[in-house]
């Protein structure tokens, strides 16, 4: 039984390295604008879960292929503040706003995940759900908000910060699961593998 992860990012691979499981990464190519797009008014939690959903059906087949007996985990992670969902800024420019309008506020970093079991290549059970963290974020200067853009790291990650790296030093606190503001929940995870039936250890 291997642990597939659908996802690209390498936060949610080492916190699951850390965690004991050493998963088998697939990326999914997920159009996530069109994903998006196709839902009626959906809630934070329900944009997260879909795009997880997206994320680890898009990688479904060939997984089936190669791992017939195996657990797909798919993930997303958004930002809310101030009334609206963000995801990465992609932009210098997007970065820059982005962190002047979240300096000295709270938002709610929102991580969804899909659970796939598969048994002989066929799906036998499937599992998902959000994980809602709050995030102070402290109030860096324009200098370190030039210098931290710069090393691109906030132009590829949920919300234009990170936990576990460069960005932790301008957040002031969490209320809730950091492994889920790192990327991937491994509170809602295990959830998750207990629906399909199975337990963490499985894995290790």
């Known amino acids: 039984m291997r642990l597939v992860l659908a996802s690209a990012s390498p936060a949610r691979l080492s916190v699951l390295r850390a965690a004991g499981v050493e998963p088998v990464v697939r990326?999914?190519?997920?159009?996530?604008?069109?994903?998006a797009a196709a839902l009626v008014d959906p809630t934070p939690g329900?944009?997260?879960?879909?795009?997880?959903?997206?994320?680890?059906?898009?990688v479904l087949d060939a997984v089936a292929a190669e791992h017939p007996d195996s657990v797909i985990v798919?993930?997303?992670?958004?930002?809310?503040?101030?009334?609206?969902?963000?995801g990465k800024p992609h932009t210098p420019e997007a970065a820059r706003e982005r962190w002047r309008r979240m300096a000295g506020r709270s938002g709610t970093l929102l991580t969804g995940h899909?659970?796939?079991?598969?048994?002989?290549?066929?799906?036998?059970?499937?599992?998902?759900?959000?994980?809602?963290?709050?995030?102070?974020?402290?109030?860096?200067?324009?200098?370190?908000?030039?210098?931290?853009?710069?090393?691109g790291e906030p132009l590829a990650v949920a919300g234009g910060?990170?936990?576990?790296?460069?960005?932790?030093?301008?957040?002031?606190?969490?209320?809730?699961?950091?492994?889920?503001?790192?990327?991937?929940?491994?509170?809602?995870?295990?959830k998750l593998l207990q629906v399909v039936?199975?337990?963490?250890?499985?894995?290790w």
Request: aromatic residues 6%.
């Open 27 to 35: 990326i999914s190519g997920v159009d996530e604008d069109a994903v």
């Open 46 to 58: 329900d944009l997260v879960t879909a795009l997880a959903v997206a994320k680890a059906e898009a």
């Open 74 to 86: 798919g993930c997303d992670s958004m930002l809310a503040i101030g009334g609206e969902v963000v």
């Open 114 to 151: 899909a659970v796939l079991r598969l048994t002989g290549g066929e799906v036998v059970a499937r599992a998902s759900g959000s994980e809602p963290t709050t995030v102070r974020f402290g109030s860096p200067t324009e200098e370190e908000v030039e210098a931290y853009v710069a090393t």
């Open 161 to 190: 910060f990170t936990l576990d790296g460069l960005g932790g030093w301008f957040v002031d606190g969490i209320d809730g699961d950091p492994s889920s503001v790192i990327g991937i929940s491994l509170p809602l995870t295990r």
């Open 197 to 203: 039936g199975l337990g963490v250890p499985t894995f």
